[in-house]
């Protein structure tokens, strides 16, 4: 299962691009240490329009750089492992069915999502997450 590939990382990894994968074993319960579950960047696009879509969440126009740190609190809440930020939000663009749309804000030209009300008959958040 891809969720258990993680890299093996120390001091100057970060930098290096022959860091060689793994598998870790499960979560050792004993000392306390937790995973991060991986899922695709568009399981993260759904789960962001659910998010936003929900009872406090948010529609309507939301800069790119909002949306980025709402992406942040979302994979947070879910204990997701974080996908490449391009990768979702091309995702979150198909989801949401509108082209690549900028905005004058405070005089700076910025990139925002209109993000639509939500549709009867989705899945609560909850149904994502499990």
């Known amino acids: 299962m891809l969720g258990f590939m993680r890299a093996k990382l ?3 990894d970060s930098q290096r691009r022959d860091a060689p994968f793994v598998d870790e074993p499960a979560p050792d319960t004993a000392s306390g240490t937790r995973y991060l579950e991986w899922k695709p960047a568009n399981e993260h696009a759904e789960a962001l329009l659910r998010w936003l879509q929900g009872p406090r ?3 309507g126009t939301i800069s790119a750089a909002d949306l980025q740190g709402i992406y942040g609190d979302v994979i947070t809440a879910l204990e997701w492992e974080p996908a ?3 990768n979702v939000s091309s995702s979150f663009r198909k989801l949401i069915g509108r082209p690549k ?8 030209r ?8 939500a549709a009867s ?3 609560p958040l909850k ?3 499990a």
């Open 10 to 12: 120390t001091a100057g």
């Open 110 to 117: 910025t990139c925002v999502y209109r993000v639509p009300k």
């Open 127 to 129: 149904a994502i997450a």
């Open 121 to 123: 008959g989705k899945a």
């Open 101 to 108: 749309e900028y905005a004058q804000i405070k005089r700076v």
């Open 57 to 59: 969440g948010r529609i």
């Open 84 to 86: 490449p930020w391009q």
